[in-house]
């Protein structure tokens, strides 16, 4: 390629330097006219394709400057696994466990009081292109296998600078004493009451507290009947245990970062104690057992606790069930991107309207965009 610069005066000052008085105006070709140039090292042209200016190495097209479209803009909603339900006493009448918690639910899709524990959205991420993000999209805790055995908490997820924990492991119950949920995004629910250990104020406190920007807290157990608490959603308490029915686990958060609204992060549901009447756990919730039915385990990709064990038969241990795995959704306007590849991660891409949404829901890995 052959450079030319045309200008009107040029003024010799001290040395080699000289002075332009008007513009200079390098010769401006698209990508592929540049492609089917003969070029040699040094030389510089404008690329109306990238809006950059861009020289040639001797082997590639390096960009200088121009329009700055190194960095896109993206809207997230980034959920901590669900923890799993505890698991109760090997017997149809005795105390059962309570509901894991969910996992720690944060967004910046959308406007208000709607990340977790109902605080403020938070701010949109910027991305740079061409670097690898570090992702990790953790499995949700295990249930309790049996008396005495809390649930397990959720594993954690992060995405770039956005780390979410797991939600806390349902409680269980351990001889004539409440144990209660374990710590999380959202806490885990209490095991049964049986009996008050202590003043009724001590008992009372005993259950998971409330995190602002993180989720609420796993039901007491303050009824009189042998069954566990729900566990804590992002939107709402757990509800509270001591009863002989299966409670429901606490709201989730509602979010339409894919295009239409889904409610996730629901608390896990407690145990029956004596009964078989189960209330629906919300948002992605499991459904804690009864006497006829097993606990079932909270959704995956929902980040919503597992359901709270109750036993079948005497004899045999009242198995928690496992919280649901936790989920990474991204959504930028299509135009910003070309593409993205990734290593490690299981990706779910849609669209809605001129945005590309992906959903990743599983494994650890990188995603590097372009």
């Not at 910046?108 to 670097?131: C, F, M, P, Q």
């Not at 954690?156 to 600078?161: G, I, L």
């Not at 359901?307 to 306007?333: L, M």
Request: charged share 10%.
């Amino acid at each position: 390629m052959t450079s030319k610069i045309n200008v009107n005066t040029i003024e010799k000052q001290s040395g080699n330097n000289i002075s332009i008085d008007n513009s200079l105006n390098l010769k401006s070709y698209d990508t592929t006219a540049r492609n089917a140039l003969t070029s040699a090292a040094g030389d510089i042209i404008y690329n109306t394709t990238t809006s950059k200016v861009e020289a040639y190495t001797g082997s590639a097209w390096n960009q200088l400057g121009g329009a700055d479209i190194s960095t896109f803009t993206l809207e997230f909603l980034i959920i901590g696994a669900g923890g799993g339900g505890g698991a109760g006493e090997a017997h149809t009448a005795g105390d059962q466990g309570g509901g894991g918690g969910a996992g720690r639910y944060r967004t910046s899709y959308g406007s208000g009081s709607i990340s977790g524990g109902l605080s403020a959205v938070e701010n949109d991420l910027t991305i740079n292109k061409g670097v690898p993000i570090h992702v990790s999209v953790g499995a949700g805790g295990t249930g309790g296998a049996s008396s005495g055995n809390k649930g397990g908490n959720g594993n954690d997820v992060y995405f770039y600078n956005i780390f979410s924990i797991g939600g806390g492991g349902g409680g269980t119950e351990e001889g004539y004493d409440d144990v209660s949920g374990r710590d999380g995004g959202s806490g885990g629910g209490n095991g049964k009451r049986n009996g008050v250990h202590g003043s009724t104020a001590q008992a009372l406190q005993v259950g998971q507290p409330f995190y602002t920007g993180y989720g609420f807290r796993g039901g007491y157990s303050s009824g009189g009947n042998r069954g566990g608490a729900g566990g804590g959603g992002a939107g709402a308490v757990g509800a509270e245990g001591g009863q002989n029915y299966s409670v429901a686990g606490g709201d989730g958060i509602d979010s339409s970062i894919t295009g239409a609204a889904v409610g996730r992060a629901g608390g896990g549901g407690g145990g029956a104690a004596s009964g078989n009447n189960v209330t629906a756990s919300p948002d992605g919730g499991g459904n804690g057992g009864s006497n006829n039915t097993v606990a079932t385990v909270g959704t995956a990709n929902y980040g919503a606790g597992g359901g709270g064990g109750s036993c079948q038969t005497i004899g045999q241990a009242s198995v928690g069930a496992a919280g649901g795995s936790g989920v990474v959704i991204i959504r930028y306007a299509t135009s910003d991107v070309s593409s993205y590849s990734q290593t490690g991660l299981t990706i779910v891409a849609s669209t809605d309207g001129s945005d590309t949404i992906l959903s990743i829901n599983a494994g650890t890995g990188t995603i590097t965009f372009s």
